[in-house]
């Protein structure tokens, strides 16, 4: 069992600048891919930014390319979003997920593990 705790959310202006954190507690950490997805209200959730077990390769959507970037600290059992140049569309909450397989790192349904999630808003 792996527990994920997501924190770094809040309000904050077209333009600036946020950066999620997301703690993991039970299992090796450092044995798990860890992604960010994100779910508007009224909408789907989608895919945001992975990175793999060891931090060697890094994947992202194409909304957030550029302007966000995923990194892993495995000593501090932490995985952070770096989200930049943020506009009102990256209204979202913001969730850590963390898988132990093989799937696409694309694909919700192949992490095993869900933090409860934090909110972003950008204001226009």
């Known amino acids: 069992q792996v527990r994920l705790v997501e924190s770094g959310g809040g309000l904050v202006q077209a333009g600036g600048s946020l950066r999620l954190s997301c703690v993991a507690s039970?299992?090796?950490?450092?044995?798990?891919?860890m992604g960010w997805f994100r779910q508007a209200l009224g909408k789907e959730r989608e895919f945001a930014a992975a990175?793999?077990?060891?931090?060697?390769?890094?994947y992202y959507a194409d909304s957030v390319k550029g302007r966000f970037t995923i990194s892993r600290d495995n000593a501090k059992n932490t995985v952070y979003l770096q989200m930049n140049s943020l506009k009102p569309e990256d209204t979202a909450v913001y969730y850590c997920?963390?898988?132990?397989?093989?799937?696409?790192?694309?694909?919700?349904?192949?992490?095993?593990?869900w933090g409860q999630g934090t909110q972003v808003t950008v204001s226009s």
């Open positions: 997920a963390a898988k132990s397989n093989s799937g696409s790192y694309y694909r919700s349904s192949t992490y095993n593990y």
């Open positions: 039970g299992r090796t950490f450092s044995a798990y891919g």
């Open positions: 990175i793999t077990w060891s931090g060697g390769s890094t």
